[in-house]
Structure formats: structure tokens, C-alpha cells
């Protein structure tokens, strides 16, 4: 069913033109169901999903789009007082974003401006050297995609670069942060690490 969602929203944004805005409502089958189909649209194209399982661990959900999980808070079934107050946000957040869109669209120049593009990954720690590398790159005519490096709790996975490694795209590693490592509450942290120096960086992050 998900691929058949996929391939029909597919179909239908090359038929109809450029889908202007996309929402779903579901527990933790109809998320699962509905968000790879989501995932496909561009960045820029609000989609959100009403879900159960937004309070929760919501990567394997948005993995790496834009997509949006609004917690529904009461199960979906049937409406009431909180599920009409949340599924009536969702539908002005989608279409707030949708119009703003279609404005931009309908009284644009047709300029599109487009400069040679260049990622790099940040850590808290690190970030005072992108700064400057950014800085450069951008003086030099160069748009920067900054994205955040995690590691620990926050499992960095093994194939990070594999994309940029098959498409043979110019590659500059460096490091940083080798002496750091992420944990969650302080209650998850290794006994083995117990006399070490510990950061609470937030509730969430050791």
C-alpha cells in the first residue's frame, strides 16, 4: 500500500503539475504507511502527518525531508474537542505554507539565481571553524548546506558518505570533536565513563 501511495502521488504531481501541499493522519501503521510517499515530494512542499508516534522517535519516519509529524495527543479515532483542535491546526499549517508558496511562485521574477553548492557537516564544538570556512565559501560565490554531525546517542551511520562516495562527488574530510562522545539521560550513561568529566549540554544530551 505504501509504494502504491508512492507511485500514484507520483503519477499524479507529473499529470496535474506541482502538488502545492500534502497531509496525512495516522497511528504508528498509517504514519509508517503514509510517510515514504511523503518523503518523495521536494523540500519546500509542506507535508504533514497527524501521528501518534510524533512524541516519540520520529527518524526512521522523516529520515532526511522535511516532512512534519504533529502530535495528534488523542488516539485518531473519531472526532472531538482535541483531535478537531489539532487536525484543524494541521490543515492552517499546510495551507498557511501552501499559500505563502503559491505567492511566492505567482510574483516571482523567474530569476533563479544559482550558485555552486557545497555541504559540510557541524558538531556544537566545531562550529567557530565551519563559521570561518563558510564565511570563505560564501565571499567566493559558493552556497553552503550546513548539516548537523551527531555521534553517541545521536549514532552517526555508517554509510554518512556513501552517495557523495558513488557519485564521485569532491570530497574533504577533516576531524573534530574525537574526544567527545553523546550520551541521553545521565541514567544512560556507561558505568565505564562514571570518573569521567560529564557536560549536560540538555535534558536530553550528556
Known amino acids: 500500500m505504501s509504494a502504491a501511495l508512492e507511485k500514484f502521488l507520483q503519477n499524479f504531481t507529473s ?3 506541482e502538488v502545492v501541499g500534502a497531509v496525512g493522519l495516522g497511528g504508528s501503521g498509517g504514519t509508517a504507511l503514509i510517510a515514504p510517499a511523503f518523503r518523495g515530494f521536494p523540500i519546500g512542499i509542506p507535508k504533514v502527518i497527524v501521528s501518534t508516534v510524533a512524541s516519540g522517535n520520529a527518524a526512521p519516519y522523516i529520515e532526511s525531508s522535511d516532512l512534519t509529524l504533529f502530535p495528534s495527543v488523542v488516539d485518531i479515532a473519531g472526532l472531538n474537542s482535541v483531535s478537531r483542535c489539532i487536525l484543524s491546526n494541521a490543515a492552517a499549517a499546510v495551507a498557511g505554507v501552501a499559500a505563502s508558496r503559491v505567492m511566492k511562485l505567482a510574483f516571482s521574477d523567474n530569476e533563479v539565481h544559482r550558485r555552486p553548492t557545497v555541504g559540510m557537516t557541524m558538531f556544537g564544538v566545531t562550529t567557530p571553524c565551519v563559521n570561518q570556512v563558510r564565511e570563505k565559501l560564501e565571499k567566493n560565490g559558493y ?25 564521485k562527488i569532491p570530497l574533504v574530510l577533516s576531524v573534530g570533536a574525537l574526544d567527545m562522545v553523546n550520551f541521553g539521560s545521565i541514567d544512560s550513561v556507561p558505568s565505564s565513563f562514571s570518573g569521567r568529566k560529564l557536560h549536560i549540554h540538555n535534558k536530553q544530551l550528556h
Open 15 to 17: 499529470i496535474r503539475g
Open 143 to 167: 552556497e553552503t548546506l550546513v548539516f548537523h554531525a551527531t555521534g553517541g546517542v545521536m549514532a552517526r551511520r555508517s554509510d554518512r558518505f556513501k552517495t557523495i562516495l558513488e557519485q
